[in-house]
């Protein structure tokens, strides 16, 4: 919630109205208010209206009225909460919680419901996972870190559509949606008007309405001292039936492995929870020490617990406490009272700096910026222990004995123990000559496989001439212009032994050429004269 002044020229202004008033009139938005009313006339009408009024005089002396008056609605009324309001409480574990919630909104398919939660990250968090769970309902969610627009237009998609709205408190007070059948307190309200404005979401006016409160076993206080309120508020503790129940942590952990960008926002959504159980006034509730930790980690998904740095510093201190001296500890060994206040009070003033946003902002808002310290942290210098000692690694030889590491050079005594030099040389001579030997072997090997090929290149060439003579022979009769008969053709003509032999090989075709058309023709002479 937060409050923005527009425009403040309002002297000849008569009345002021404060909706929300008890919320306005806190201390988180001091400098507003304080600047609105010093622009003020000081005769003029001051009308202040909540579900939850205060009555606090110091609240009232900053608006300087005189005979403040005090009207109730509901003056005749037995309930703190809408009459048409059937409220519940439920004890449920840390762990359990989503898993409850899950299973609620699964067999609730056709109501409207609104669900409170904590922090912006965790109902991002709920919002992400379940809507792609797909509960079979449509999801929306609204938080303090998102833009007004963005607000409005969720706002009006909620007022026409049966669905399923995770909010912060940001949607507590003053937002009229109708109709909504269930408001879900997952988790607890930080105080009872917080509770009273979360349900008064549902049951307005004439409609009728249901609302559940979650709380965990540590968190009970808070249901007696909603029953203690005066007026009442007519709510019941029932037992959560764990049967009917679905548990989702291993659908969580698989979504946080295929997602890995939800491993993030679930980290941010545990770390802001335990944050805003710490930043609780309300101690006698809210008892960060009494949650189960781990296993709050392990039902988002996480494979592990975060850390967090305020829990580790308690845990810490709590292991150093353990071995302080006994002059800190009662007679009879216990520990004085003010030693655990004084602990946990020192711890929260040093983290407030480091952990929380100095903002007028109501909303626990998980702002990364005011997470993170101003300072850098300090890199840790890697030191060198110079006084270690050294070359204490033990070595064995074949046969068992410890071989101290460097011992050749750091103790000659030893050194004919440990190196022969006449073995040494002895086994260098005997590979120098097996290499020599391989080295030969090589050559020869070579010189072989080269002769192969060379022979082989030979011996096709030889094939493809051959061939090419019987093609001449058999087609290639004519004789060129100048009479001399054509010359075989030579193809390849890469080795000088090859030309050689060709020629040989067209000399012998030419000779057997002519020797043949000789005798033809004297054949045909003797058949003439015949
Ligand atoms: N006399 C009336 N006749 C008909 N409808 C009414 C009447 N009074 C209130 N309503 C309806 O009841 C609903 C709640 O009214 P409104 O938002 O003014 O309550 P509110 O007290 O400001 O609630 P809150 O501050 O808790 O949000 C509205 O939808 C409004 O239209």
């Known amino acids: 919630m937060k409050l923005q002044i527009l425009s403040v020229q309002s002297c000849r202004r008569q009345i002021l109205v404060l909706d929300e008033a008890d919320r306005i009139l806190d201390a988180g938005f001091k400098y507003e208010v304080d600047a609105i009313i010093s622009q003020l006339p000081k005769h003029r009408q001051t009308l202040l209206f909540s579900a939850t009024q205060t009555k606090s005089v110091k609240d009232l002396a900053r608006l300087s009225l005189k005979d403040p008056e005090y009207i109730s609605v509901h003056a005749e009324s037995v309930t703190a909460t809408p009459e048409r309001l059937k409220q519940i409480a439920m004890e449920v574990p840390l762990d359990q919680k989503l898993s409850m919630l899950w299973s609620f909104i699964k067999s609730h398919l056709r109501s409207k419901i609104l669900v409170f939660l904590s922090t ?60 909504v059948d269930w408001v879900v307190q997952l988790d607890c309200p930080e105080d009872i008007p917080t509770y009273i404005h979360r349900v008064g979401r549902t049951a307005r006016f004439a409609s009728e309405g249901k609302s559940v409160l979650f709380l965990l076993p540590s968190e009970l206080e808070m249901f007696r001292k909603l029953q203690a309120v005066e007026p009442k508020i007519p709510i019941q503790l029932r037992k959560a039936n764990t049967q009917r129940m679905q548990s989702i942590s291993g659908l969580l952990s698989s979504l946080l492995v295929k997602f890995p960008t939800l491993t993030e926002v679930a980290k941010g959504a545990f770390k802001t929870y335990l944050r805003s159980i710490k930043k609780q006034k309300d101690k006698e509730v809210f008892d960060l020490f009494k949650l189960p930790i781990d296993d709050f980690a392990a039902s988002l998904g996480l494979p592990m617990t975060p850390k967090v740095r305020f829990i580790q510093q308690k845990t810490k201190k709590n292991t150093e406490s353990e071995e302080t001296t006994d002059s800190e500890n009662n007679e009879d060994g216990s520990r004085p009272a ?34 993170l310290p101003l300072k850098k942290p300090k890199k840790k210098k890697l030191k060198i222990n110079v006084l270690r000692p050294i070359g204490t690694r033990i070595k064995y030889d074949d046969e068992g004995n410890i071989i101290p590491p460097l011992a ?123």
Request: proline share 3%; with cysteine; charged share 40%.
């Open 338 to 371: 003010s030693y655990e206040k004084q602990q946990l009070e020192s711890l929260e003033e040093a983290e407030d700096d480091v952990l929380f946003p100095k903002e007028s902002s109501v909303e626990i808002e998980d702002n990364p910026a005011a997470v």
């Open 408 to 530: 050749a050079l750091a103790d000659a005594q030893h050194v004919d123990v440990l190196v022969r030099p006449d073995k040494v040389k002895e086994r260098y001579e005997k590979l120098k000559e097996e290499m020599k030997q391989r080295d030969k072997e090589d050559k020869v090997l070579h010189r072989q496989r080269l002769r192969e090929k060379r022979t082989k290149e030979k011996m096709k060439l030889k094939r493809w001439r051959e061939e090419d003579e019987e093609d001449d022979v058999g087609f290639d009769m004519d004789e060129t212009e100048s009479g001399a008969p054509k010359k075989s053709k030579l193809y390849f003509n890469s080795d000088d032994d090859a030309d050689e032999k060709s020629e040989d090989v067209r000399l012998k075709t030419d000779s057997v050429s002519i020797a043949e058309q000789e005798e033809l023709a004297l054949r045909l002479l003797n058949s003439m004269h015949s």
């Open 120 to 179: 912006c990250k965790q109902v991002k968090f709920v919002y992400e996972t379940f809507k792609k769970l797909r509960p079979g309902i449509p999801l929306k969610c609204l938080h303090g870190r998102m833009k007004q627009i963005v607000r409005m237009a969720i706002y009006s998609q909620f007022c026409e559509e049966t669905s399923v709205l995770f909010s912060t408190d940001v949607a507590s007070r003053g937002l009229d949606f109708p109709a």
